[in-house]
């Protein structure tokens, strides 16, 4: 079946430029994360959606990163005014509940210039 | 705060090489260990998992041994291909509710050539 899908894989912004990073789920998938991966870093947690509600928004490195899920499925990842260190791969991450297997999508890669 | 640490890299071997990737961990409670893959251009998938002490996490030839008295889950394959080039990231999760983060380690990068 169908993985997490994200779009665009990848992105160029000018500095001060808003973004909006899409993610599909695996369909039925309760959970869903998004990560931030840094040139040479692992993964660092940014939020997580249980449905459409925002359950955790502590990794979120400040209030121009903004995520919805409104509908449960479908989730956007909102950066705005970007700022040069936002440039990193968001990841998207699914599974069929919070303590199951997180699924990864292959990452959008954004470049802030 | 829990936090991953694992060997730099990169490292390349020539085929049919053993392999040891080193990873240990900082946590409080019992967490969960795992190892992802990243083949380029795709994203990570869980390449194996250990849940309690001295448990063995084992897939695609790869194991690793949850060490609870050296806090380690290192990496081992005895005998790798050219196929297993990719980046690996021991990660954890901790014990107890609302255990969903995953913390990563910062990867390695790993190249087997023929």
């Known amino acids: 079946g169908a993985g997490v899908s994200q779009s665009p894989r990848y992105k160029v912004a000018k500095r001060g430029q808003d973004v909006a990073l899409r993610c599909d789920p695996i369909?039925?998938?309760?959970?869903l994360f998004w990560y931030q991966q840094a040139l040479g870093q692992g993964p660092e947690f940014l939020t997580y959606f249980q449905n459409e509600a925002q359950l955790d928004k502590s990794g979120l490195p400040s209030d121009r990163f903004f995520a919805e899920r409104p509908e449960g499925s479908v989730s956007t990842l909102k950066i705005q005014r970007t700022q040069q260190e936002d440039s990193a791969v968001y990841l998207c991450?699914?599974?069929?509940?919070?303590?199951?297997?997180?699924?990864f999508g292959p990452g959008t890669r954004l470049t802030v210039l | 705060g829990n936090s991953v640490t694992q060997m730099e890299g990169p490292v390349t071997l020539s085929e049919e090489a053993f392999l040891t990737i080193n990873c240990t961990y900082t946590?409080?409670?019992?967490?969960?260990l795992f190892w992802y893959v990243q083949y380029p251009g795709e994203g990570l998938q869980l390449l194996l998992k250990a849940t309690k002490a001295d448990d063995k996490g084992s897939n695609k030839g790869f194991e690793a041994t949850y060490r609870k008295e050296t806090t380690s889950f290192h990496l081992e394959k005895g005998s790798v291909q050219v196929s297993d080039s990719a980046v690996y990231f021991c990660a954890l999760r901790r014990g107890g509710g609302s255990n969903y983060k995953l913390t990563f380690g910062k990867g390695t990068l790993l190249t087997v050539n023929p």
């Open positions: 369909s039925g998938h309760v959970s």
């Open positions: 946590a409080t409670g019992y967490p969960s």
């Open positions: 991450a699914s599974s069929l509940e919070e303590e199951y297997e997180q699924f």
